[in-house]
């Protein structure tokens, strides 16, 4: 007997609808329908909240094989949010190229260097246009930090591409800036991400 088959005759010789299973598991009546009708199967600590609610053994539930399949699968999904959670954080890391003195600023045939705020020697343009790409490689970070615990997967890989090329254009935008401090600083951020995407897509292949 199939895992599915299983669940629907444990719930059923308990005499429970689908919606009151799900609210004893406290997962949604989705999932439970999901695994009645053979769509998917519960994470490992489901799939232990169920055993125990029937007071089975989860061998009994499901073979050690699918058992093995579904933990490879989680770990999998772990590795690739954690991946996602460091990506957001080097974006926040986009500070330092705010924040840092990374800017020459020429004092009376000295150079000093200093943060954005106070690099004036610069044209306007110029200076909005660091704001803006810094700026929104910080904002891109907190919401690739937000998503990597709620999203689905596609969700992330989108923010994640969108972050990729504006910390590419920002590398292109100070290389012809002349800003030798400021570009290294957007380089090696630029490849931290793509080490991390490098390894998330090799961990799911």
């Known amino acids: ?118 690099y004036a020697q610069t044209t306007t343009f110029n200076r909005v246009i660091c704001w803006v790409l810094f700026d929104g490689m910080v904002a891109l970070g907190i919401a690739e930090i937000i998503l990597a615990k709620w999203a689905a997967q596609k969700s992330r890989w989108v923010v994640m591409c969108i972050s990729l090329a504006v910390n590419i254009f920002t590398v292109i935008f100070l290389a012809l800036a002349r800003e030798a401090y400021a570009v290294t600083v957007a380089f090696a951020l630029l490849m931290v991400k793509a080490i991390l995407i490098f390894k998330s897509e090799k961990n799911s292949a």
């Open 1 to 118: 007997m199939e895992f599915h088959e299983k669940i629907q005759e444990l719930r059923k010789s308990r005499g429970l609808t689908q919606e009151e299973l799900a609210r004893a598991l406290f997962v949604s009546r989705t999932a439970v329908s999901k695994w009645e009708s053979g769509r998917g199967y519960p994470s490992i600590e489901s799939l232990k909240d169920i055993a125990n609610y029937f007071s089975v053994t989860v061998d009994e539930l499901i073979s050690g094989e699918k058992i093995l399949s579904i933990a490879q699968r989680e770990n999998k999904s772990r590795f690739r949010k954690l991946c996602a959670s460091l990506f957001g954080i080097t974006d926040l890391f986009s500070l330092m190229l705010i924040i840092f003195p990374l800017y020459p600023n020429a004092v009376d045939g000295y150079v000093y260097s200093v943060n954005l705020f106070a």
